[in-house]
Structures are given as C-alpha cells and as structure tokens.
C-alpha cells in the first residue's frame, strides 16, 4: 500500500516527471558481423555473375532464398519481392480484376488497403475479433456480395488470424483467402506456418520486420497458376520467359511490367538472418511472457486472450486500456 501511494504521488515523466526508464531504446535492425560479411562476400562474387547484383533473371542470393523459403514453408512456389506492400498488390493482381471487391481489414497499416486500389480493385471493410485483432469471419461472411472475389488476411502484430472460420468462409463463396504475414514471420497456427493456408502468403523483410534485410519481400503460393499470374505482374521477362510454363500466359509476357523483384544485396543478407529467425523468435516469445507476467494485475490494462492453437512469434504487443 505505501508502494502504490508512493506511486501515486510521483509526477509522470509525460507531465515532466523523472523517467522510470532512461536507458536508451535497442538498436534495430542489429546486424551481425558474419551477416554483413556474407553481403560483401555477394558483392565480390557479383565481379563474375552478374546475379548476384541482380535478380531479373534469377539465380544468385535471390534464387537461394526462394528455394530456402519453398523448404521452410513446405510450399512448392515461392517470388522474392522488392517488399511486403509490392507482394500483396501482386496477389491482387492476379486474383482481382477491375471493380471486383476485396474484404480487408479496418485494424491495419494502409497498404494492405491500398493494394487492392492499385490492382483495380474495391475494398470492403469487415470488422475484427477483439482478441487477435485480425479479420472476424462471422463479420467477413455479412460483407460478401456476387462482386467479392477476396479476403485480405492481416496477421496482426505477429498473431494468427482464425484461419479455420476464415478459410471455411472462402471455401462456401469460392473467395481466393491472400495472407498478410508481414509482422507474423514465425508466427503458428495449429502448428503450421502462417502464409501457408490461403492462396497467398505475402511477407516483409523490410528494416523493421523480424527479419529485417532493408527493403524486401516474399510471395508464396502452392498454385502454378497463381505462381505464373505473379510473374507476369511483377517479375523480368528475362525470369518470365524461363519459368512461365502456359502457353496462354506466356504471349502476355512483356517489359510492361512492375520492377517488384528482389534486390540482390538484401536477398543475401535476408538469406543470412533466417539462421537466426528461430532464436530471434524464442525471445520474442520469452519476453511477450515476461511482460504479460510482470504486468498481471495492473489495473487498466488487459492482455489478449488468445486461443491455445495460436503461436504468434509477436512482432507487438497491443493490450486492451480497460478506462473502467
């Protein structure tokens, strides 16, 4: 009781108290020295092979961490991008044409909005479970109309969404279901990968990501034809012409395109860091139980009440303010 009068009686530092806390914030993204090495090493090697500054036509780092992803993931295709925002607009691109509507979440960054403007499309705003604060699918059922063609999934702040409502909701209304995994990188649901459920599984690897390689992205997918649709929107012909296998598809292939291809020095480092994803993510998860242990019973304040098949490897914590 005298802590909590003591407590009371202290000005906050937001109304020009002391800080509670006044070590500096963590540096991010933290390279190591052998992941900074492993760049230079790319770049010695681009001197003699061309792709390992440039990813048009394959090969190189960028190549490497395809095949690294389609094992990781168990997923036969898998398009390095330039990021996560240029990986949703093609999985946009290759499920909506011009005024179909994409459901999409209002409890989001704006491009995973603005991905479905961008491909011609309309979105529709559902609401979200207040646990996960990911799409609810009893509210994305209520939304559909004959012009929906999507579902816009956004694994918020590392948690999974209800991927088994969400998918049975697409299944009854023949909806492609395009994952964003962009904060959710490691993130499990019923002990599967997220990204790995719908039609797509868009990633970012951008500087403030779990897996921060600067400005980059992952597309996967397990359809071919997906996987070709996603070529022909954002990839080099010099790729195209070699991996776009439909006769049908491949006349459309062109320089009219989006330069939505990886950049080679970021695959590399990306390439590198998924040797510590793993233990990065461990303590994501150590430290998401620390703080939730150490914050019970604070009044004011309430954690998510999260489902027991659902791992998230957070990328933030958003707690509830509970102003009663």
């Known amino acids: 009781m005298a802590h909590a009068a003591t407590l009371e009686a202290q000005t906050l530092a937001i109304h020009g108290g002391a800080k509670t806390v006044s070590a500096p914030k963590p540096a991010w993204p933290y390279l190591l020295d052998e992941e900074i ?13 061309w792709t390992y500054l440039c990813a048009a036509a394959k090969g190189g780092p960028g190549q490497a961490l395809e095949e690294r992803m389609q094992k990781e993931l168990g997923v036969p295709h898998v398009v390095a991008t330039a990021g996560g925002g240029p990986a949703l607009h093609i999985a946009c691109m290759a499920v909506l044409e011009m005024g179909d509507e994409a459901i999409v979440t209002p409890y989001s960054w704006g491009q995973t909005v603005s991905c479905v403007l961008q491909a011609g499309g309309v979105p529709i705003f559902a609401d979200i479970d207040p646990e ?7 509210s994305i059922e209520k939304k559909i109309t004959p012009r929906t063609k999507a579902i816009v999934v956004v694994h918020f702040g590392g948690i999974p969404a209800d991927m088994d409502g969400i998918m049975a909701v697409a299944k009854r209304h023949g909806l492609a279901v395009i994952e964003d995994c962009a904060q959710a990188q490691g993130s499990l649901y019923r002990g599967k990968q997220v990204g790995t459920f719908g039609d797509f599984g868009c990633f970012s690897l951008g500087s403030g990501k779990n897996v921060a390689a600067g400005e980059a992205g992952l597309l996967v997918t397990h359809a071919r034809e997906h996987y070709e649709r996603a070529l022909l929107a954002g990839m080099h012909p010099a790729r195209n012409n070699a991996d776009v296998q439909d006769p049908e598809r491949k006349k459309w292939i062109d320089s009219l395109i989006y330069t939505y291809r990886i950049n080679a020095i970021s695959a590399g480092l990306a390439l590198k860091q998924m040797d510590r994803l793993d233990e990065m993510n461990f303590w994501r998860r150590k430290n998401a139980q620390a703080l939730a242990e150490r914050l019970k019973g604070v009044p004011g304040i309430r954690p998510q009440r999260l489902p027991a098949h659902c791992d998230p490897a957070w990328h933030m914590l958003s707690w509830t303010f509970v102003p009663e």
């Not at 090495?37 to 092979?49: F, S």
């Not at 996960?132 to 009893?138: A, V, Y």
């Open 132 to 138: 996960t604060l990911s799409l609810d699918p009893q």
């Open 37 to 49: 090495e492993a760049v230079r090493q790319n770049l010695i090697k681009g001197r003699t092979d």
